[in-house]
């Protein structure tokens, strides 16, 4: 069955019946491994851990997860009540591609992140980010930037660690 055209494989949205069915079928027909899952996953989108983070954890399957600052809501840079900046995504694609992130409550939600922040001395993205990578089976987050700044911000996250009480905190925010 090895042609050598592919070492591993990634796939992207699968749930864990999926993962669990699909790892077994490449073990069992000696296929290439499937090594890596791209779902969504951020604070505001946490459905990954209920059945696909533990089922690709059971076989040896890597997250890369995309969309971790939820369209950048996570950078608590939309306010609730307040429109949008000109030079945002979601002025750029409108609500309609955002609205699950840009409801009031959710935007509250997402201010309440701000002190835990402060208190770290990071952003509100690199919290989030950091909260991301705090999953032992996370191995890389996929971020946009528009800015060279939102690079070098978010790649910070990578090393800020979150201790227990800081986790219970955003716990209790979101």
């Known amino acids: 069955m090895d042609a050598?055209?592919?070492?591993?494989?990634?796939?992207?949205?699968?749930?864990?019946?999926?993962?669990?069915?699909?790892?077994?079928?490449?073990?069992?027909?000696?296929?290439?491994?499937?090594?890596?899952?791209q779902p969504e996953y951020?604070?505001?989108?946490?459905?990954?851990?209920?059945?696909?983070?533990p089922a690709s954890r059971d076989h040896g399957v890597s997250q890369v997860v995309?969309?971790?600052?939820?369209?950048?809501?996570?950078?608590?840079?939309?306010?609730?009540?307040?429109?949008?900046?000109?030079?945002?995504?979601?002025?750029a694609r409108g609500d309609g591609f955002m609205s699950r992130f840009l409801a009031g409550d959710v935007l509250?939600?997402?201010?309440?992140?701000?002190?835990?922040?402060?208190?770290?001395?990071?952003?509100?993205?690199?919290?989030?980010?950091?909260w991301i990578l705090r999953e032992p089976n996370v191995a890389s987050a996929i971020v946009g930037s528009s800015r060279p700044e939102q690079l070098r911000d978010n790649a910070a996250a990578s090393g800020v660690d979150l201790d227990d009480a800081t986790l219970r905190a955003i716990e209790d925010a979101m």
């Open 108 to 130: 509250e939600r997402v201010q309440r992140l701000r002190p835990i922040a402060d208190g770290l001395g990071v952003t509100t993205a690199q919290l989030a980010l950091a």
């Open 4 to 37: 050598g055209n592919a070492r591993f494989v990634g796939v992207s949205n699968w749930s864990g019946e999926q993962l669990r069915r699909g790892t077994e079928l490449a073990r069992k027909q000696g296929f290439a491994k499937i090594v890596s899952s």
């Open 42 to 53: 951020s604070l505001l989108h946490r459905d990954p851990e209920q059945d696909e983070i």
């Open 66 to 91: 995309y969309s971790p600052l939820a369209q950048g809501v996570l950078s608590s840079k939309y306010r609730p009540g307040e429109s949008f900046a000109a030079d945002t995504r979601a002025a």
